[in-house]
């Protein structure tokens, strides 16, 4: 079985910066991805950021230059460090973790970033 856990979500102001994290636990083997997703109120589930074991990164438009994603593979640990947040930015992030095995998802952490 595979636990991931988030923390980090909360409130802030715009402007404000706020880290994320997520631990995977349980019957992890290899993992070779993990990326962090967000789902406003009414909107589809968008990709935010990943990364991979090579440490290539991808992020979405909309947070380029403010976020900056970081994985521990050794450890099965991500990070979403999140700067000049914007209400546009409120949504429940998830954590996302892949290997050759199998995908996995968090529950969700709610951010939300007040005007």
């Known amino acids: 079985q595979v636990q991931l856990v988030e923390s980090g979500g909360g409130l802030v102001q715009a402007g404000g910066s706020l880290t994320l994290s997520c631990d995977a636990s349980g019957s992890i083997m290899s993992l070779n991805f993990m990326g962090w997703y967000r789902q406003a109120p009414g909107k589809q589930r968008e990709l935010v950021a990943t990364?991979?074991?090579?440490?290539?990164?991808n992020y979405a438009d909309s947070v380029k230059g403010r976020f900056t994603i970081s994985g521990d593979f050794a450890r099965n640990r991500v990070y979403l460090k999140m700067n000049s947040l914007q209400p546009e930015d409120t949504a429940v992030y998830y954590c996302?973790?892949?290997?050759?095995?199998?995908?996995?998802w968090g529950q969700g952490t709610q951010v939300t970033v007040s005007s």
């Open positions: 996302n973790v892949q290997s050759r095995w199998g995908d996995y």
């Open positions: 990364v991979t074991l090579m440490r290539n990164t």
